[in-house]
């Protein structure tokens, strides 16, 4: 017989990750440790996620919508004042608050999370670019600033 199912499973991962991002960057933590983080076996892990790129769009996810169903919760109780200046105070306190996780989707967002595990080395001088006259299948991207 197949051992009882944890339906908890992703949470675990997700909080795994999230406690990670205290000390390290999203691009520093590997599926390994979130892995050991969440006291899965990195096959566990696997099959509900495939990617890193997983994890941060659930990441993601999770803090929208925390956000916004405190948000809600907030302006729905009648005993409190929700006008206008209030709301304002309201959102910039919790914008202050979440500082930390929102800045590190940011930033993983920017760069492009992985697809695997380990990121592939970029020797030096190296360019991912082809050359103007190259033929490419696909528009050209405007450079990074």
């Known amino acids: 017989m197949a051992a009882p199912r944890n339906d908890n499973?992703?949470?675990k991962i997700l909080d795994a990750a999230t406690g990670l991002l205290d000390t390290q960057?999203?691009?520093?933590?590997?599926?390994a440790e979130i892995a050991a983080a969440a006291g899965v076996s990195k096959g566990t892990l696997y099959y509900y996620y495939k990617s890193k790129t997983d994890i941060l769009f659930d990441l993601t996810n999770?803090?929208?919508?925390r956000q916004w169903d405190e948000l809600i919760a907030w302006t729905e109780n009648k005993d409190k004042d929700t006008s206008v200046h209030r709301l304002v105070k309201y959102v910039v306190e919790r914008n202050t608050a979440s500082?930390?996780?929102?800045?590190h989707l940011?930033?993983?967002?920017?760069?492009?999370?992985?697809?695997?595990?380990?990121?592939?080395?970029?020797?030096s001088g190296s360019s991912p670019r082809r050359s103007p006259s190259a033929p490419t299948s696909s528009p050209p991207t405007?450079?990074?600033?």
């Open 142 to 145: 405007s450079p990074r600033s």
């Open 25 to 31: 960057t999203f691009a520093d933590i590997s599926l």
């Open 106 to 123: 940011i930033h993983a967002a920017m760069l492009g999370a992985p697809s695997s595990s380990t990121a592939t080395p970029r020797s």
């Open 62 to 65: 999770r803090y929208l919508d």
């Open 99 to 103: 500082a930390g996780m929102r800045l």
């Open 9 to 11: 499973v992703k949470e």
